[in-house]
């Protein structure tokens, strides 16, 4: 990867609007912007808007916690997007994915050992964004465990991970300190 694509804006460098973006993300979790959202700033409202559809996807969706986390990492293995990597895999790891699946995933393999629950959003996470589609037997089956909600929250979960891992890739965004490169598939 050659250089990044855009330095860190400091708040000096501040336009109103992202000020008022940052002033909002501090609201609503809580924190300082970092990663992915360092790179929206560049435009405050999809800034906004999307860090507001995250934290309902990741904290508050059907999907929430252990399988959300799998399906982020399912992304950013298919974006081969490094800092989504380096976040989500320990988290993973802390609320009960095996090192053997997270490994399986690092490396493009459909993992043994996975839940029913962790097949069906693998599975269909994978054809969705490889075939642009998901073939009848992979949505009846994560219908009938997560309901029509849940899929659509899945599909929500692709959708916006996908919009992070191609800010980041697209800007070539600078990986934090220790993450590693995930290996090129």
Known sequence: MSAPRFNDLSSGDYTPEQLAAVDF????????????????????EVMKRAQFLGAFLRYDCTLSGPLSE?????IARI????????????????????????????????????????????DFTNELMKDRRVSDATYARAQALFGDRGVIDLVGLNGYYSLLAMAMNAVQMRNPDGAEHLPQL
């Open 25 to 44: 993300f501090r609201e609503t979790r809580g924190r300082e912007p970092d990663g992915p959202f360092k790179v929206l700033l560049r435009s405050p």
């Open 70 to 74: 799998f399906a982020i990492l399912c």
């Open 79 to 122: 974006w081969s997007n490094d800092y989504e990597w380096h976040v989500h895999s320990k988290i993973a790891l802390q609320q009960g994915a095996t090192a053997e699946i997270v490994d399986a995933i690092r490396h493009g393999r459909r993992p043994d050992g996975m839940s029913d629950e962790q097949a069906a959003v693998h």
